[in-house]
């Protein structure tokens, strides 16, 4: 990374701002926040949602929640942001990972609420929708809902094999997919005919 070595803050200092900066328990106003950018933190966030710090995994849960909530995208780049400074760190993939899901109703209508390894929820919605990357050597199928602000959370495996469970077959943009319907919305996941020829 490149850091400004002797500007920029330590983790201990962004947590410190963080915690003066956050008084109760609603989300920071993270978008009306505009600090002076004060260089790269050895911070990353690897695939698997572990946070390390200087190489070393980021033990205390309460830490790395603080740190969640006070992280922000811009123009593909992550970075934590206070009042006062703002820090760049890594991400391999996606910031969170979504570890599980429940079928709930609102107004009637079937929905699925997923939870995040630091305790966010989210309703897969037109607001928070489910994407599907496939990699293009392997095809295997990496699948991301948004969260919040442009921040996505990486599915994990078996709370995506429960999806595919649930999955129906509809018509999207006039061709057959097999996806996941959520809040009267509906996510593709493969098209129809793909998915038989892989049986």
Known sequence: MNSKKGNTPSAEGIAAAARAA??????????????????D???RIARNGTWFYLGTPIGRFELVKLFSSILKVED???????????VGIQ???????????????????KALKFETHVGDQVIASVENPIRVERDALSDEPAPYIHIRNGLEALIDRKTFYRLVEIGQHKKHDNENWFGIESASSFFPI??????????
């Open 91 to 109: 991400v391999d993939d996606a910031p969170f990972i979504a570890v599980d899901f429940n079928e709930i109703e609102i107004n009637g209508e």
């Open 41 to 43: 933190l050895d911070i």
């Open 76 to 86: 593909g780049k992550y970075f934590l942001v206070t009042p006062v400074e703002k």
């Open 22 to 39: 956050i008084k109760s328990k609603t989300s920071p106003p993270l978008m009306s926040w505009n600090p002076p950018f004060c260089g």
């Open 190 to 199: 493969i098209k129809s005919e793909e998915l038989d020829n892989s049986i």
